[in-house]
C-alpha cells in the first residue's frame, strides 16, 4: 500500500476501502443469489417495470443482508483506517496510539485507545440496532 500511495490520507482511503468494500460486496451478492425466485416470477407475472421490481422486491429483500455486510464492512474499515494511520500516516487516532506508545505517554495511549472503544462500540450498536429492525421487518 505504501509503496503505491505512499504517506498520507490516501493510504489509509485506500487500506480502509479495501477492508470494507469487500465484506458489503459478498453480503449483497449472496442476499441477491438467494432471493426467492417466486417473488421475482411474482413480479414478471404482475408485469412490474425493471424500476418497480427493484423498488418492491428486490431492494426489501436485499436491505437487511445489505446491513449486515455494511456493519462488518464499517467495522473493518475502521479497523483498517487505524491500521493505516499507524503505519503510514504522521497524524490521527492511530498515529497517536503508536507515537503516545513510543514516548511511554500511558494517559495518552489509554485515552485514544478508549475514545476509539466508545466510538467502534457506539456505531457497532447502532448498525446492530438497524440490522436486526431490517431482520425483524421480513
Do not use: Y
Not at 417466486?38 to 425493471?50: D, N
Not at 446491513?67 to 462488518?72: A, E, K, M, Q, Y
Not at 487516532?93 to 462500540?121: D, S
Amino acid at each position: 500500500m505504501l509503496l503505491v500511495f505512499g504517506l498520507g490520507i490516501p493510504a489509509k482511503v485506500a487500506f480502509g476501502v479495501i477492508h470494507g468494500v469487500i465484506p458489503i460486496i459478498l453480503f449483497t451478492l449472496n442476499a441477491v443469489k438467494n432471493l426467492n425466485p417466486v417473488l421475482l416470477r411474482t413480479a414478471r407475472v404482475m408485469r412490474l417495470s425493471p424500476w418497480q421490481t427493484i423498488t418492491t422486491v428486490l431492494a426489501p429483500s436485499v436491505v437487511p443482508e445489505l446491513l449486515t455486510g455494511v456493519r462488518t464492512g464499517f467495522s473493518l474499515t475502521f479497523l483498517g483506517v487505524l491500521i493505516g494511520e499507524m503505519f503510514a500516516s504522521q497524524r490521527g487516532l492511530g498515529f497517536l496510539i503508536i507515537n503516545g506508545i513510543n514516548l511511554h505517554n500511558v494517559q495518552m495511549t489509554t485515552m485514544v485507545i478508549l475514545v476509539v472503544i466508545v466510538f467502534a462500540i457506539a456505531a457497532n450498536g447502532l448498525f446492530l440496532a438497524l440490522d436486526r429492525r431490517a431482520h425483524h421487518g421480513q
